[in-house]
């Protein structure tokens, strides 16, 4: 049985959202938790807590996106760009992480998904919401 640390975790979820952004897309109808299991064989609670909050409050965390993001949407990015920036956003506004670890895992995450613009997009965005709107 293979342990996984945090960061290995946030590259799960990564990888499930993105999973869930092309059913989403396609109007593929899809079970959340058969997702997370094709993905990670151990149960683990981190993984479903944070995919399962990122899906309920996806509207939410967009419109967050949306009002840091310059003359963006979060949809005009790409798949892996958008689940990272929504785990950050969601680490932010939902958890107990301090602020600085969401931020740099996500920075992390698009460091080896993403290109340079979109790293220094997601890391900015970050910042922004942590100092303007985190509790």
Sequence with gaps: MKKYNRSQLREKIMFILYQVNICQKNQIPFQL????????EIENEFVKEVCFGIV????????????????????RLGFPDQAILRIGIYELQYTEAPGVVAINEAVELAK??????VRKMINGVLDKIYHEESK
């Design 33 to 40: 938790e058969d997702i997370i299991k094709d993905n990670i």
């Design 56 to 75: 309920t409050q996806q509207k939410e965390i967009d419109e967050l996106a949306n009002k840091y993001l310059k003359d963006w949407k979060i949809t």
């Design 112 to 117: 080896k998904y993403s290109d340079d613009e």
